[in-house]
């Protein structure tokens, strides 16, 4: 069994909202990278959990970027380290509107250009740091402050324009299964060239549900298969077990959503669709898996 | 070593001369030749930089941003919408105290789509907190690029510097170019505040009034304290290679009755109607300036003034004019000429200093006084 780190990288004073999933993923990253690691931070959440200056919550450099900026300044910092010989990890923590809308040229860039980093994406579906704008990654039928009504289009398939660039490691994880974002973590900085992993991180204000909750609400969007956990290694997939579990006796979606404010008043032909699209997801995911795409 | 080479390629060499860790860069016309070459000298091995062929502008700044504070020296170049891309990463760099050089090949902002030089491109960075130097001749975006990785890495500066050159008047011409070899005078880079794993800290987090307000202040203080670290590293080239650099370049300036103020290349064709002038009796003088940030000290007291802007503030006036009355007092002859590339010639130059009427604007082909 994987011995989680006891060293503690996220101290106890952090800035983050009570049952925060990004922050909660960002204790275990930290752990399975270590002190000789630098987290490239663009505007996001993770911004504001760190606290004011000259304070800091985090015990590694972190350096904080512009909006769109994560990726190029990682690529930035990691070739400057490899050409002074440090082996140092940049791991740059992304949320889901700086990657998948804003940040989306750059990590593209940096991938193509076959950086050594690893980039994460904390997935909170929507820009939490703002008060909760929708983002590209935002759910259909989620309602946030700028989807008053709930999104009348699809979230972006993030990671499937990850894939379309080949990296040698690419996985999911969340907030909810610690031990196998640790792993994945871990293996990801084995690998040399860019890796990705795309974190579901449940936010009790966002999201809307009580703030004790936000394990539930991680296993039951992997439970009901809204979210799938799998690594890609040299692309090679397999789905992780929690979602090898799922697939045995899955949760219906209902219980994933009714559980969420901010999909209070979804229509039926929204929630058929959400249901169609993780069918197809998990359908496409499982043939690759068996080798049958 | 003596050769001939474009602009360009001066600054290149002058790159290539002060290796670089990490060069970031993205190809604009007539930007382009910088990175070509630069690339060359990396495929040829005669420089081991890492150079990243990034997507944009914004990444190449983000990039170099990322690079400089692991302690390496950085490099990029861009040109008119490039930088206007780069915006953001622009004050970025400068806030964070991080002495990358960036050469701007100056060049006109669409629409229309117009390659051709201005210097409306680096007046759109004036206020970001980078140092501003404007060059006119080949040999010396050569020597001002070599300078520009000193001053810049100063422990009294630490601050970006923009070299600027003109598109195609001195980007794509060719002059003679002696190059050096800088030995010790651009000793490695040393930043105080290079990230160490072993001393965690956190870069750019949230800030509050009082501490953002003393940041800003020491980018203040360290931009007054630059003139005298710009004049030493300037006075130490000369000491060492030959060739001496000031803030303005004054030439026939001593016993003028009237200054030409202008920037880059235009501040060197004012050198030869200067000569047509004083042929005709007209005591004129050329005052090309060269450092645009920090400001320099001019006087300028019981001389008229003609100030060729090729830029403009719309609403406003001329930039380079309005800086020049702000900071000295005097009421110039404002002209605003050469935009998007228009020619002007020495005898135009000379044809401003003959109609000049101080306090007023004139648009070159245009519309006359306005
Ligand atoms: C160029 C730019 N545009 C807009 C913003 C404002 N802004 C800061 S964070 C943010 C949203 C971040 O959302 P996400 O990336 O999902 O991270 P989260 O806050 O949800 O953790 C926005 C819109 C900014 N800082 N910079
Ligand atoms: S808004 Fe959500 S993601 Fe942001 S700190 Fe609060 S709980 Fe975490
Ligand atoms: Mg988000």
């Known amino acids: 069994m994987t011995e989680i780190r006891k060293e503690e990288f996220i101290l106890k004073c952090t800035s983050a909202c009570a049952g925060c999933g990004g922050s909660l993923c960002l204790r275990y990253v930290l752990k399975a990278a270590g002190p000789d690691t630098v987290l490239v931070v663009p505007a996001c959440c993770t911004s504001v959990i760190q606290g004011i200056y000259p304070a800091t919550a985090v015990n590694i450099p972190v350096y904080n970027i512009a909006f769109a900026a994560a990726a190029a300044c990682a690529s930035g910092m990691s070739s400057a380290f490899r050409a002074l010989g440090r082996k140092t990890n940049v791991i740059a923590y992304a949320g889901d509107g700086g990657t998948v809308d804003i940040g989306i040229q750059a990590l593209s860039g940096a991938f193509e250009r076959g950086t050594d980093f690893l980039y994460i994406c904390y997935d909170n579906e929507a820009y939490g740091n703002t008060g909760m704008q929708r983002s590209g990654a935002t759910p259909l039928g989620a309602r946030t402050t700028t989807t008053p009504g709930g999104k009348p289009t699809t979230k972006k398939d993030l990671d499937r324009i990850v894939e379309a660039h080949d990296p040698p490691y690419m996985a999911t994880a969340c907030s909810a299964y610690p031990l196998d974002l640790y792993k994945k973590v871990k293996r990801a900085l084995g690998i040399p060239g860019p890796k990705f992993i795309h974190i579901l991180a449940p936010c009790p204000p966002g999201w809307r549900f009580p703030a004790e909750q936000t394990v539930e609400m991680g296993k039951l969007a992997v439970k009901s298969g809204m979210w799938v956990l799998y690594e890609r290694e040299y692309g090679s997939l397999t789905i992780s077990a929690p979602s090898k579990a799922a697939m045995r006796k899955p949760v219906p979606l209902e219980e994933y959503i009714r559980r969420q404010g901010r999909f209070r008043g979804i229509t039926d032909a929204a929630l058929t669709e959400l249901r169609h699209q993780a069918d197809l997801n998990l359908r496409r995911l499982t043939r690759e898996a068996e080798g049958i795409c | ?370």
């Not at chain 2, 001053?151 to 980007?171: K, R, Y």
């Not at chain 2, 202008?262 to 004012?270: F, M, S």
């Not at chain 2, 200067?274 to 005591?283: C, I, N, Q, S, Y």
């Not at chain 2, 100030?307 to 380079?320: C, E």
């Open chain 2, 1 to 370: 070593m003596l050769t001939l080479a474009t602009g360009n390629k001066a600054v290149a060499a002058a790159v290539k001369e002060a290796r670089p860790l990490v060069i970031a860069a993205y190809p604009i016309t007539p930007q382009t030749e910088i990175v070509e070459q630069i690339a060359e000298y990396v495929a040829a091995g005669e420089l081991s930089s890492q150079y990243i062929p990034v997507e944009s502008e914004h990444s190449a700044m983000a990039a170099c941003i990322g690079a400089s504070v692991t302690g390496g020296r950085t490099f990029t170049a861009t040109s008119s919408h490039g930088l206007l891309y780069m915006h953001e990463m622009v004050h970025w760099a400068a806030g964070a105290r991080l002495p990358i050089v960036m050469a701007n090949v100056n060049r006109s902002v669409g629409p229309g789509w117009n390659v051709w030089a201005e210097h409306t491109d680096a007046f759109s960075q004036r206020d970001t907190g980078w140092l501003q130097v404007f060059v006119s001749t080949v040999q010396e975006a050569y020597d001002a690029t070599l300078m520009a990785f000193k001053i810049a890495e100063h422990e009294g500066v630490l601050l970006p510097v923009m070299v600027n050159l003109d598109g195609f008047t001195l980007s794509h011409i060719m002059q003679s170019l002696e190059t050096v070899e800088i030995g010790d005078f651009l000793p490695p880079m040393h930043l105080p505040h290079a990230i160490d794993v072993e001393q965690p800290c956190a870069y750019g987090p949230l800030t509050g009034p009082a501490d953002y307000f003393k940041f800003r202040w020491d980018i203040e203080r360290s931009m007054r304290d630059a003139p005298g670290v710009i004049a030493e590293v300037e006075r130490e080239f000369g000491e060492r290679f030959g060739r001496r650099y000031g803030p303005t370049e004054d030439y026939r300036c001593e016993d003028a009755d009237i200054l030409v103020i202008a920037l880059g290349t235009l501040g060197k064709e004012a050198e030869v109607a200067v000569d047509l002038l004083r042929a005709e009796g007209v005591k004129a003088g050329s005052m090309r300036l060269r450092w645009f940030r920090p400001f320099p000290d001019l006087d300028l007291r019981g001389r008229d003034v003609v100030v060729i802007d090729r830029d403009y503030s719309f609403g406003f006036g001329g930039v380079l004019a309005h800086s020049i009355r702000s900071k000295t007092g005097v009421e110039p002859f404002s002209v605003i000429a050469g935009l998007g590339g228009q020619e002007v010639t020495y005898d135009d130059i000379a044809d401003f200093v003959r109609m000049h009427t101080p306090g007023t604007e004139y648009w070159f082909g245009v519309n006359g006084h306005v």
